[in-house]
């Protein structure tokens, strides 16, 4: 069983940064594959960006050259770097785990956080 917290949101104008925060609970944190997924208002779920336990990543088109994501073993959290935030990056960041999956799959994650409000003035 794995708890993921997520952290770090808030409002931020066009062309800010913001950088997420998801502490995981259990000491295999390194074990899992780590995921960042978005929801706005009306929409469903999308994928964001994902890691790798190697350190392999991935990325959205839609975010692909402004958000980073990485991750500390020793600290068991992985992080989301956001910089030239625009109005359509407004959603719920949710962190999520997968223990055999790396990817973009929504369904294939095992764990999820209660998510964080990042909202982005225009």
């Known amino acids: 069983q794995v708890q993921l917290v997520e952290s770090g949101g808030g409002l931020v104008q066009t062309g800010g940064s913001l950088r997420l925060s998801c502490a995981a609970s259990?000491?295999?944190?390194?074990?899992?594959?780590m995921g960042w997924f978005r929801q706005a208002p009306g929409k469903e779920r999308e994928f964001v960006a994902a890691?790798?336990?190697?350190?392999?990543?991935t990325y959205a088109d839609s975010v692909k050259g402004r958000f980073t994501i990485s991750r500390d073993n020793a600290k068991n959290t992985v992080y989301l770097q956001m910089n030239s935030l625009k109005p359509e990056d407004t959603a719920v960041y949710y962190c999520?785990?997968?223990?055999?999956?790396?990817?973009?799959?929504?369904?294939?994650?095992?764990?999820w956080g209660q998510g964080t409000q990042v909202t982005v003035s225009s």
């Open positions: 999520a785990a997968a223990r055999s999956y790396y990817g973009h799959e929504r369904a294939r994650y095992d764990y």
């Open positions: 259990g000491r295999t944190f390194s074990r899992y594959n």
């Open positions: 890691i790798s336990r190697s350190g392999d990543s």
